[in-house]
């Protein structure tokens, strides 16, 4: 099940949607898209066909803070359900609801325990137009094996009896290849469907590339001031003016090195930038990363480059790094 949620992983949602359309329609056992929130359905749901789980787990204010969504929509939407009091009250309002119950793991984020799993399987037979379509197991990202604890949980499950249409699947993230190929073996009469997201739509990071664009370029003597603070510049060099600022989600990062007394002192004595209050930035010329000059505009961010360094062209690009789940990018161009 592919994850198409947040910021669409750097890609947008529209795009995801599209791409996981494309999946089924070369004939992958693509059957759900999986969206983080309700909020995000709207996005998805006219660029994919199929169903759409939703992953934040329902609650009684969510009708009241979403858009009420139009009949065939609701009708391809999978609940997540992580409290007992929350699946009374979904199967009150809507008796029909498709939904898929969580069940807590070491994570310790949405679900219910074991007990609570089995008084659900009280609540579906109260309900019996409550259509279950699984288990749902958010698990940690991989320290060690997971499988000891997804065999323990799917105990539970199994023990809860609850009522069923169709096949039984389990909904689950963050297993290796080997984790899921072993408890396919094991668990043969379950669907085991992996949820991801990183993995497929940020596997290959090679593949990916940001840039920036150099929008203009000031040379600058020292003692000259520039910004929106009139900062005086510490010693010759160039401002760079490029584009991505905090509406992109680009952010100050860490000062650099170590930022002890007797650490800035030594920078100091060497001339080092970082002991005027420059600031690393995620945007590097030539390999090195370059500092800002001030901190981030909304579109836009200022960088001193000291005197010796190649200094880009307006319209040069220049590389970013940046959280590709965290950063929301102007454009997105797909080469090759
Ligand atoms: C985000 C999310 C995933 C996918 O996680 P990735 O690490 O991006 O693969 C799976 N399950 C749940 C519940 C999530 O919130």
Redesign the pocket.
């Known amino acids: 099940m592919p ?1 198409a ?2 910021n669409g ?1 750097g890609f947008t949602l529209g795009r995801l949607a599209r791409k996981a359309q494309w999946l089924r329609d070369r004939g992958h056992d693509v059957t759900t898209l ?1 969206v ?1 929130t309700y909020d995000e359905i709207a996005e998805v749901a006219t660029r994919w066909q199929g169903d759409i789980l939703v ?2 787990p329902w609650r009684p204010f969510i009708p009241a803070t979403t858009a009420p969504l139009p009949d065939s929509v609701a009708k391809r939407v999978v609940h ?1 359900v992580s409290r007992l009091a929350d699946l009374e009250q979904l199967l009150t309002l809507a008796p029909h609801s498709r939904l898929v119950l969580e069940r807590t793991t070491s994570m310790q ?1 949405h679900g219910m325990s074991g007990r609570e799993l089995w008084e659900a399987g009280e609540v579906l037979r109260r309900h019996p137009a409550g259509r279950l379509e699984g288990v ?1 197991l ?1 698990l940690p ?1 991989a320290q060690g094996s997971h499988l000891g604890e997804v065999s323990r949980l799917l105990v539970d499950y199994v023990a809860a009896a609850v009522p069923k249409r169709g096949a039984d699947t389990v ?1 689950i ?2 297993l290796t290849d080997a984790e899921l190929a072993t408890l396919r073996e094991q668990y043969g009469d379950f669907s085991i469907r992996p ?8 596997g290959d990071r090679g593949a990916l590339r940001v840039t920036a664009t150099v929008l203009d370029v000031h040379p600058v003597e020292r003692g000259d001031s520039f910004g929106y603070r009139g900062r005086t510049a510490p010693k010759s060099g160039h401002l760079l003016v490029v584009s991505g600022g905090t509406a992109h989600g680009i952010g100050l990062e860490a000062p650099t090195g170590d930022s002890s007394m007797k650490a800035r002192a030594a920078t100091l004595a060497r001339g080092g930038l970082d002991a005027v209050g420059f600031v690393r930035s995620p945007y590097s010329i030539d390999g090195k990363q370059r500092l800002f000059a001030e901190p981030p505009h909304m579109q836009a961010s200022m960088l001193f480059l000291p005197h010796g360094a190649r200094v880009p062209a307006v319209g040069d690009r220049i590389d970013v790094r940046v959280r590709y ?1 965290a950063t929301s990018f102007d454009r997105v161009v797909i080469e090759g």
């Open positions: 994850v949620k947040g992983y999986a983080g992953l934040t997540t984020r749902a958010h990202l909904w993230s963050h949820r991801i997201g990183t993995q497929l739509w940020l789940t």
